[in-house]
């Protein structure tokens, strides 16, 4: 919610006017947010009587029931707009399908739209009220860990455009965010560690405790879902807490202050100087966190290169990186690549490159002054270092699959529908050529609906 304060004053030759806007929202934790025990969510609606939900496919598919007893609980009407979104349907194609969920719904101003999922749904969706009407509200239920820690406290929305991430997009906060970690449980263990780079992000900058609990925990947190899972123990659990709870404070003390981004030297903005680009290069896109684990891994072998981490350090959050199955290059990341997103991101930073990058850990310096010459030469370094990693520093699971898009097809398993074993319309959705070939099982648009989405959401 914002309050506005201007003035206007009358000049010699015209009039100068200066505005103020104060940007309030909050953050609530909630385990168990559909739990009618809990009426904090129906007390947003109220008012309303009724809600507009944009969910993501496979949430709804594992709570949808449970949401939708939650809303007959408190005797408020639910629509569902239910929506597949990869990196490459985070586009204007699926932003318009949302919009158009808004008009058939009769969203009116001041109602807010309720956005249930991971971060991709989370900006688009966002994005999508930021225009409607001008200013429609919205409030977030992140449901996975990237939606958890890092969508959910910025007020940037955003899709992707001419194969740069968040290209077109707006700043536009949401009347409220409810944190439930609970929802860790049921997330595949390759997106929590998609998550959990993040985590690395904003510690390795800013706040070497948590940055220490991370490598104590590592396998632990990943393997437990940040101790949610049922066999989690309680040391592990307490560290996960202590882990969220002061990440997502740190990156909001961070980000308050240049909430518009008036600011460019930006220490949350670790490992998304290059990544912009080079996460979306190949034909299916790496994972969020896997991209920007790139950034920072090739990041921090630039300032050891440029004297600003030390060896040991270097090799610290290196390791922890391999550890937690993260990726640290892979082979279309060369000079060609870094050539092009450094241009992108010159423009980007208003000329200067503004590389964050830790020194030591847990604080944080921008590299501008860096040569193409010196970029390249790192580069090579960074790749002979890789051999020394599993993999050659590539990750486990990098890529874009089903659980970025929703896990089951007509409630099957995709893997069923890849071999061609599901036919049949897409149930509820609006046909379309590529909904067609998923629906017959041809193998081919099935994996380009997992890869890039599905633009044409549907409601119940």
Known sequence: MSDLKASVVETQNGFHVEGYEKIEYDFTFLDGVFNPQNKQLADCYQRWG?????????????????MERYFDHY?????????????????????????????????????????????????????????YRRNTNFI?????????????????????????????????????????????????????RNGFAELIKI????????????????????????????????????????????????????????????????????????????????????????????????????????KLMSDEEHHRILKLFSRAGLSMDHELFNEEILAKATAAILKTRDGKLRAAVPNPLGSCVFLNDVTADEMNAALRQHKEIMKQYPRNGEGLDAFVDASDTGYTLNDKPVEQTMNGKVNGKLNGTKTDDAAHRVANGVPNGLKEVLANGYENGYKN
């Open 50 to 66: 009724r809600a507009l939900a944009v969910m993501d496919l496979n949430i709804y598919n594992l709570y949808g029931e449970q």
């Open 75 to 131: 005797n408020l009407e639910l629509k569902i707009h239910k929506t597949m979104i990869g990196e490459k349907a985070k586009s204007i194609d699926t932003f318009l399908s949302i919009v158009d969920s808004m008009t058939d719904f009769g969203i009116i101003r001041k109602e807010p739209v309720l956005v249930v999922g991971g971060g991709l749904v989370t900006d688009v969706a966002g994005f999508a009220c930021a225009p």
């Open 140 to 192: 977030r239920i992140p449901t996975t860990v990237i939606g958890l820690i890092d969508a959910s406290v910025s007020i940037k929305v955003a899709v992707n455009y001419g194969n740069y991430k968040n290209r077109l997009g707006a700043y536009h906060a949401p009347m409220h965010t409810f944190l439930d970690f609970t929802f860790l449980r049921t997330l595949p263990e390759s997106q929590v």
């Open 203 to 306: 510690s390795s900058c800013a706040h070497l405790r948590t940055f220490d609990l991370l490598d104590q925990y590592c396998e632990k947190l990943i393997q437990t879902k940040f101790g949610r899972s049922d066999d989690a123990d309680g040391a592990v659990r307490k560290a996960a807490d202590e882990i969220n709870r002061s990440g997502i404070y740190e990156m909001l003390k961070l980000e308050t202050p240049n909430l518009h981004e008036i600011g460019l030297d930006r220490v949350i903005a670790y490992g998304h100087t290059w990544n912009p680009l080079h996460g979306l290069t190949p034909d299916v896109p790496l994972r969020h966190g896997h991209a920007i684990s790139i950034d920072m891994a090739y990041s921090a072998t630039l300032a050891n290169s440029c």
